[in-house]
């Protein structure tokens, strides 16, 4: 007979009923045996009283007999009793260490009362021996000397202490086996309950939700239709592979991509066998190692992206692809993949590190030559600034005016050419030639720049507020503010000029601005001011190598900030440059 639903989910909750009964049962025994335990142990508490009390009570008959012969001096009688006694004391002592193999407490105690039982029985034996040997006034001098009273008044607080105790424990032992048991009823009642509860209250939750399943399977066959459309609209190529890696479906994207026409062409084939059994590098291997199949038995998504596909035809092509398990009732029982072509992607990477190590090689030609212009310029063009140097001194009485203007442009062309490759110079170790970044205090740098420049006396530089220490090269930072300074000083049209730097924080940076009331410079002039070689004024008007700004841009951007400006003509210029808040501590 085939159950429903229903029926199989009542038929286990009967199970699991008859379960928790059947362990309910179980912790019932449990506790029960737990109680006789205790029982036990309350037993052999009292037990150890009474064979305390016995003790006592035996040494103290011990004492009588002692008494007894010292005054009759019947050997055959009081000494027999006595010897029974004794033998009897040490039974009882022996029996109690015997039922305390547990308990340290216990035995510790008992040692204690054991040497002084012994101590109180060797006075007792000493008392015996000089009755026997010196007669009635050395043992009566014995007693009176009081070592037998102390002997005695010792062992009865080690048997008062041991038997305090024990009562002690006996009642903690009571009271704590009656808690358990109680808790344990209360609990396995309380629990029982709750889970008859529970149940009822889960075997309706169930019934509703098996209603709603219904439904949504109803919804799910409608969706169905949907889920075909999309499966079939994807670019992408979808299959699935059951356990053993057989094809279970496929859409048309993927057929297009391997080259096939029908799926049947494809249902229920080994898919690593047809279509990704080589790898990238050409070598083939077995389906048990294909990261594919991975998923199956690690249960988790696998993303490769160097695989090689076949087609059909028996070409292969690159694909980058995920396989993910599929789950039913919480097992796996296959996987859905999802790939695609990336050979034009490939190509593409490809072509960009060819072109990134045609970069670098460019680069590293630029550093030369920028070190060859620096280097092999030089040498010649400090020759021709001395030779132009000394032509004029010595033979400037020789000279007319307009020849004088000559040598001085002469001159000054080539004292600019040194300039321009100083600055080419320092432009190329941007980045490449690397100081120890240290704690930098931008107030202290910017005060030795300003010192260094030596404004005329008609401009004034003010620093508004506080600048902070930052973590950086010195030199750079150095550069960037010498190169801004100067720039307004040098362009500088008015009888009073004013420059003034400021900085704030703003968004985890430094932003630094530089402002002046200088001539200003046209919006469409922002962004090629900050290229190489770049300048605004005439060079026969102004001394410039147009490398100042671009240096400075290079530095900022190499700290990861930005540069910018704002500025109307006629009025002067702010230029803003950010820095990054590291080490940042006021100054």
Known sequence: MKWSVENKVLAGFVVALAVIAMVGGLAYQASYHYIEMSKDMVQNHQDALVSLEEIYSLVSQAESSQRAYLITSDESYYLQQRQAVVSRIWERLAWLKQISPGEPGRQQRLQQIEQRLAARLDILDRVFALRQTRGLDAAREQLLSGAGRAAMEQLHDSVDFAKNEEKNRLKEHTEEAQGYAERILSTLSATLLFVVVFMALLFLRIRREMGERRRAVEALQQSSARIDMLLNSVAEGIYGVDMQGNCTFINPAGLHLLGYQEETELLGKHMHDLIHHTRANGSHYPATECRLYCCLQSHENIHVDDELFWRKDGSSFLVDYWSRPIESNGEVNGAVVTFFDITERKQAEEQRVLLVHELESANEELRNFGYVVSHDLKAPLRAIGSLADWISTDYADKFDDEGKEHMRLLI?????????????????????????????????????????????????????????????????????????????????????????????????????????????????????????????????????????????????????????????????????FTLPRTTATSS
Not at 412 to 420: E, F, G, H, P, Q
Not at 459 to 466: A, G, R
Not at 527 to 532: A, G, H, S, T, V
Request: aromatic fraction near 8%; charge should be neutral.
């Open 412 to 576: 000054s062309r080539v004292r600019r050419m040194d300039s321009l490759i100083d600055g080419i110079l320092q432009y190329s170790r941007v980045g490449r030639v690397k100081e120890v970044a240290v704690a930098v205090d931008i107030n202290g740098l910017v005060r030795e720049v300003i010192d260094l420049l030596a404004p005329p006396e008609n401009i004034t530089i003010s620093i508004v507020n506080s600048l902070p220490t930052i973590t950086a090269e010195p030199t750079r930072i150095q550069q960037v503010f010498q190169n801004l300074l100067s720039n307004a000083i040098k362009y500088m049209d008015k009888p009073k000029g004013e420059i003034r730097i400021a900085c704030g924080a703003e968004n985890g940076q430094w932003k630094f601005t530089i402002t002046d009331n200088g001539p200003g410079i046209d919006q469409q002039h922002f962004e090629k001011i900050f290229q190489l070689f770049q300048t605004l004024a005439p060079r026969d008007r102004v001394e410039s190598t147009g490398v100042g700004l671009a240096l400075v841009k290079k530095i900022v951007e190499m700290y990861g900030g930005h540069i910018w400006l704002e500025s109307t003509v006629g009025r002067g210029s702010t230029f803003f």
